[in-house]
């Protein structure tokens, strides 16, 4: 069955950078999309970034745009979250997601997800 993987999450200052890994398993990826969320206590889930898998087409949420960035491994069946600039706002519990064809904003377009893994940035 498919797993999703996450790592990479911790405590960092503000200005700071942290790299968010999702290994994915248990199936061909290659007409997919992988999106990373993130949610906040005491708010909804919502959406960060997204990549095709086939293509590398990706885009962001206005709140990230210029400051992380979305990329894969194809060989690897891994995709990777670079965050920079951190902000306090950037606090949440990071997920990524696997669905079949292009990648959405929508997170109930997602059918498997991954554990989460918890981002901190201080002020």
């Known amino acids: 069955q498919v797993q999703l993987v996450e790592s990479g999450g911790g405590l960092v200052q503000a200005g700071g950078s942290l790299r968010l890994v999702c290994a994915a398993s248990g199936r061909t990826f290659s007409s997919y999309a992988m999106g990373w969320f993130r949610q906040a206590p005491g708010k909804e889930r919502e959406f960060v970034a997204t990549?095709?898998?086939?293509?590398?087409?990706?885009y962001y949420a206005d709140s990230v745009k210029g400051r992380f960035i979305i990329s894969r491994d194809n060989a690897k069946n891994t995709v990777y979250l670079q965050m920079n600039s951190l902000k306090p706002e950037d606090t949440a519990v990071y997920y990524c997601?696997?669905?079949?064809?292009?990648?959405?904003?929508?997170?109930?377009?997602?059918?498997?997800w991954g554990q989460g893994t918890q981002v901190t940035v201080s002020s």
């Open positions: 990549i095709t898998w086939s293509t590398g087409y990706s």
């Open positions: 997601a696997l669905r079949g064809g292009m990648g959405t904003r929508r997170p109930y377009d997602y059918d498997y």
